[in-house]
């Protein structure tokens, strides 16, 4: 299995798994992984998800997203 697609099945797999409504969740980095676990927290309905990156354009893709 290719690297790319072990780390994005993983980090995506314990998010589709766990969070639900009652969950805040903190996503360190913007990139691809971190918008995947983005848009997880999403369709899982977290209440509160916040993205945190120091490019200001990943952050700005992220918000777009419903990053809060």
Known sequence: ???IVAALYGSSWHLVSGPTTAISIAIYGAGSVGLSALLGAVVNGCAVRTSVDPNE???KLARE???T
């Open 65 to 67: 997203l419903a990053a």
């Open 57 to 59: 354009e990943r952050l």
């Open 1 to 3: 299995i290719p690297a």
